[in-house]
C-alpha cells in the first residue's frame, strides 16, 4: 500500500523495552478511518502488558506491539465505504472527535501500526470499520473527560454485575441505600465509587493507596478511606471496615489488580452480598481462599471483564450531564509526549499519580 502519513509510535520490542519509532502510514482502505490521536490513557492493564512475558495464558504475544486502547482522536481521513454514523446512530465526518473500542489487524500486518486491539500509544491510529465501535465526543467535552470514558465504561460494566442478583431481593444488587467498599483507589476505583454514589450507595469506602489518590477519591464525594500504607495488615483493615460497617458491605468491589485483595474483600461483604472482582484484565497468580466462608455469608461472586455494549454510551451520557458539576478532567493529573511513554509507564506503575495520558501530537 502507498505511505500516506508519517507515523511516530511507542512501540514494545519486548518485555519493559520500549522505543520510539517512526512508520509510514498506508492509505485509509474503503471501509476505515485514519485518526489523529490526541490523548491517549495509560491504564493499569497496559503497565501489566508491558513488564509481563505472558499477561494473557490463552494468547501469544506478537513483537513489537503498540498499546494504548484509551483513546481520543480526530477523524482525518475515510474511505468511500466507510460507517457514516457512530455505534448510536450520531452522524460522523472529518474532523469529529471519537472514542472507542477499535479492533482488527492481525501480525501478518505490514508493521505494528495495522495490527492488534490496542494501538494507541502513536501520532496517528488506523481503524479497521468492520471491528470498530465508534463514539463521537461532544465539542463542548474537555478532552481529559472524554479519555475517561473507556475507564469508565469498566465501571458501569461492574456495576452492571452488582445488579444481576437483585431480583426479589433487593438488599443483593446494587442501588439506592447502598454500603460500598472499594479496593483499589485508581482511576477504575474512584471511578467505580463515583458512579456508586451516583446509584444512591449512602457510604462508600476506599481501601487503597497512597494518600494523594485516596485524598482525591475524598475530594470526589467518597465517604471513608483506608490506606494500606498506614493500616498494614489484612486483619486489622477487614476490622476497620467492620467497624465503619459492622454489617458488612452490601458490594464489595474489588479494583485494586492484587491477587491477594480478593480473599480479604470476601471478609468485608455482609451474609446475602456481592462480591464484584474488576480487577484483574492480565494474569496475576493464583491465592488461597476458604470455601466455608462463601457458603457461610451466602456470597454472590462475579467476574467483569472489560466493556458492556453499552458502556459507552452510557459513559457519554453520564459525562455529557455531569462533567460541569463533577470535576472529572482532575482525574488526569499527568501528561507525557510520545517521545516519554516509558517515563509515563513509570509514573503510572509507581502510584505516584491518579491518570496518566501521552499527549501524541
Not at 511516530?8 to 489523529?36: C, F, H, Q, R, T
Not at 480526530?74 to 457514516?84: D, F, K, L, N, V
Not at 444481576?164 to 438488599?171: D, I, S, Y
Not at 480478593?262 to 462480591?275: I, K, P
Request: glycine share 12%.
Amino acid at each position: 500500500m502507498e505511505a500516506h502519513y508519517k507515523t511516530k509510535a511507542a512501540v514494545l520490542i519486548s518485555p519493559g523495552k520500549i522505543e520510539i519509532l517512526e512508520y509510514d502510514m498506508p492509505k485509509v482502505g474503503p471501509k476505515d478511518l485514519l485518526l489523529k490521536v490526541e490523548m491517549v490513557g495509560i491504564c493499569g492493564t497496559d503497565i501489566h502488558m508491558v513488564f509481563s512475558p505472558k499477561p494473557f495464558p490463552e494468547e501469544e504475544y506478537v513483537y513489537p506491539l503498540i498499546l494504548g486502547h484509551e483513546i481520543v482522536g480526530r477523524i482525518i481521513e475515510t474511505g468511500s465505504e466507510a460507517h457514516t454514523v457512530d455505534a448510536t446512530g450520531l452522524q460522523l465526518k472529518v474532523g469529529d472527535r471519537v472514542t472507542g473500542i477499535f479492533g482488527g489487524g492481525t501480525p501478518d500486518a505490514t508493521h505494528p501500526l495495522l495490527y492488534g486491539w490496542c494501538r494507541g500509544w502513536a501520532t496517528h491510529r488506523y481503524v479497521y470499520g468492520d471491528y470498530a465501535r465508534i463514539y463521537r465526543l461532544p465539542e463542548e467535552l474537555p478532552i481529559e473527560v472524554g479519555v475517561l470514558l473507556e475507564p469508565l465504561s469498566v465501571g458501569i460494566k461492574a456495576l452492571e454485575r452488582a445488579l444481576e442478583p437483585t431480583g426479589p431481593n433487593v438488599l443483593r444488587g446494587m442501588g439506592p441505600g447502598k454500603f460500598v467498599v472499594v479496593q483499589g483507589s485508581g482511576p477504575i476505583g474512584l471511578t467505580i465509587a463515583i458512579l456508586a454514589k451516583l446509584c444512591g450507595a449512602i457510604k462508600t469506602v476506599v481501601v487503597g493507596a497512597p494518600g494523594t489518590r485516596l485524598q482525591m477519591c475524598k475530594e470526589f464525594g467518597v465517604d471513608y478511606t483506608l490506606n494500606i500504607d498506614e493500616v498494614k495488615s489484612p486483619e486489622e483493615r477487614i476490622s476497620k471496615i467492620k467497624e465503619l460497617i459492622p454489617e458488612g458491605a452490601d458490594i464489595v468491589f474489588e479494583a485494586a489488580g492484587v491477587p491477594e485483595a480478593f480473599a480479604e474483600g470476601l471478609e468485608m461483604v455482609r451474609r446475602g452480598g456481592v462480591y464484584v472482582e474488576v480487577g484483574h484484565f492480565t494474569e496475576r497468580g493464583t491465592v488461597h481462599i476458604n470455601p466455608y466462608t462463601l457458603c457461610r455469608k451466602d456470597i454472590n461472586i462475579y467476574g467483569s471483564w472489560g466493556v458492556g455494549p453499552y458502556g459507552f454510551m452510557l459513559s457519554r451520557r453520564i459525562m455529557e450531564a455531569c462533567y460541569k458539576t463533577i470535576p472529572f478532567e482532575k482525574i488526569v493529573t499527568h501528561r507525557f509526549s510520545i517521545e516519554e511513554t516509558a517515563k509515563a509507564v513509570e509514573t503510572a506503575r509507581s502510584g505516584k499519580c491518579m491518570k496518566a495520558v501521552l499527549v501524541p501530537n
